[in-house]
T-cell receptor, first 110, second 114 residues
Framework: AQSVAQPEDQVNVAEGNPLTVKCTYS??????LFWYVQYPNRGLQFLLK??????LVKGSYGFEAEFNKSQTSFHLKKPSALVSDSALYFC????????FGAGTILRVKS | DTEVTQTPKHLVMGMTNKKSLKCEQH?????MYWYKQKAKKPPELMFV???????INESVPSRFSPECPNSSLLNLHLHALQPEDSALYLC?????????????FGDGTRLSIL
């Protein structure tokens, strides 16, 4: 069975500082990994995905994620946070269905 | 603007009512999904349709009845719901069902059961 863990309920960062939202996974076979973001009163928006290839994946809105097979991690990163990045972030793994982590609230303060 | 449109945005219904949620996409996607989401929790998969056929039912109670009339539309028929069914119901679509397909989500229907 596949599972995804997001160890932080909330991450706080100052505007302009780099941000990291952590994700670890447990899947059998090749992992298909995703990050989604959810703003208040909205559905989820796809940010980026890892299928195979480069370990650094670039996505929407300046986000990127680093795949680390040995640590089974897929952390979301951004070099310079914006207040508008404040939202709920979900890491997900896909085998025969999409399995989400519990979510991490990102708060960026000006 | 989202490319997956869900109506209504809000729905309040009694436990004896019958109502339907609607979802529409015009991206040519052949996989469509229903999820249930409680506040600040991850979405929980309910149903998957692939090429208009039900391919996954996550042991959802029969008071929820999905329907896919054509490749662009997905309905969720509701009957005799319970208070614990109050949640945000999200529809999503992807080009095909499969593990490397990003899903496009609508903004959901917020359902309240009285």
């Amino acid at each position: 069975a596949q599972s995804v863990a997001q160890p932080e309920d909330q991450v706080n960062v100052a505007e302009g500082n780099p941000l990291t939202v952590k994700c670890t996974y447990s899947v059998s076979g090749n992992p298909y990994l995703f990050w989604y973001v959810q703003y208040p009163n909205r559905g989820l928006q796809f940010l980026l995905k890892y299928i195979t290839g480069d370990n650094l994946v670039k996505g929407s809105y300046g986000f990127e994620a680093e795949f680390n097979k040995s640590q089974t991690s897929f952390h979301l990163k951004k070099p310079s946070a914006l207040v508008s990045d404040s939202a709920l972030y979900f890491c997900a793994a896909d085998g025969n269905k999409l399995v989400f982590g519990a979510g991490t609230i990102l708060r960026v303060k000006s | 603007d989202t490319e997956v449109t869900q109506t209504p945005k809000h729905l309040v219904m009694g436990m004896t009512n019958k109502k339907s949620l609607k979802c529409e996409q015009h991206m040519g996607h052949r996989a469509m999904y229903w999820y249930k989401q409680k506040a600040k929790k991850p979405p929980e998969l309910m149903f998957v349709y692939s090429y208009e056929k039900l391919s996954i039912n996550e042991s959802v109670p029969s008071r929820f009845s999905p329907e896919c009339p054509n490749s662009s539309l997905l309905n969720l028929h509701l009957h005799a719901l319970q208070p614990e069914d109050s949640a945000l119901y999200l529809c999503a679509s992807s080009p095909r069902a499969g593990p490397n397909q990003p899903q496009h989500f609508g903004d959901g229907t917020r359902l309240s059961i009285l």
